[in-house]
């Protein structure tokens, strides 16, 4: 099992510029969620999904879009980067709330995004 | 108010000191709560969940003090490669996805 993988690992944009963060995981897992993380703040929540086709927003959803066509995949859209979005974004994922232990989060590495 | 408030240190400790950290949450709805461990540039893992009764996991002791709505983390016999931040977490059985990380609390374990 790879778990849950995130890619790119770093990235740098310019303001008002696009893109797509990627997370996949090989769990099964029905739950997937984006975070993000800033120097002296939790984790906090952007974007969540309880299953496929099903998404809806978290703590911090302004300028991201989610979108989750499998199981598998969940992808983070930038829609125009602002230097505020410049943070470590970490997607997430777990079991559902039918199974045992379902809420440990399992996370991906990471992508550190930079916007200049 | 923070809805999970934890003392960011760092925290100086020699190795084989006995540290404790403390984490308060503002929800009296919370009903399960959590330590994570995230090292440096890395992902958050699961160190343990913690439960009413207050539990162990080897040198790591979790309790849970629901009245005055606190969890702590005990680390006995610190060891180098326990220096990281500890991230508490603390989730509603909403159904939904309400789940607070606290901002952590940094530890060094120093030789």
């Known amino acids: 099992n790879a778990g849950v993988t995130q890619t790119p690992k770093f990235q740098v944009l310019k303001t008002g510029q696009s893109m797509t963060l990627q997370c996949a995981q090989d769990?099964?897992?029905?739950?997937m969620s984006w975070y993000r993380q800033d120097p002296g703040m939790g984790l906090r929540l952007i974007h969540y999904s309880v299953g496929a086709g099903i998404t809806d927003q978290g703590e911090v959803p302004n300028g991201y879009n989610v979108s989750r066509s499998t199981t598998e995949d969940f992808p983070l859209r930038l829609l125009s980067a602002a230097p505020s979005q410049t943070s470590v974004y970490f997607c997430?994922?777990?079991?559902?709330?039918?199974?045992?232990?379902?809420?440990?989060?399992?996370f991906g590495p990471g992508t550190r995004l930079t916007v200049t | 108010r923070k809805e999970v408030e934890q003392d960011p240190g760092p925290f100086n400790v020699p190795e084989g000191a006995t540290v404790a950290f403390n984490c308060t949450y503002s929800n009296s709805a919370s009903q399960s709560f959590f330590w994570y461990r995230q090292d440096c540039r890395k992902e958050p893992k699961l160190l343990m969940s913690?439960?009413?009764s207050g539990n162990e996991d080897g040198r790591f002791t979790a309790q849970l003090n629901r009245a005055s709505q606190y969890i702590s983390l005990l680390i006995r016999d610190s060891k180098l490669s326990d220096s990281a931040t500890y991230l508490c977490?603390?989730?509603?059985?909403?159904?939904?996805?309400?789940?607070?990380f606290g901002a952590g609390t940094r530890l060094f374990v120093k030789a």
């Open positions: 997430a994922s777990r079991r559902g709330e039918s199974a045992v232990d379902s809420y440990e989060q399992y």
């Open positions: 913690v439960y009413s």
């Open positions: 977490v603390v989730s509603l059985n909403t159904g939904g996805f309400k789940t607070i």
């Open positions: 769990m099964n897992h029905e739950y």
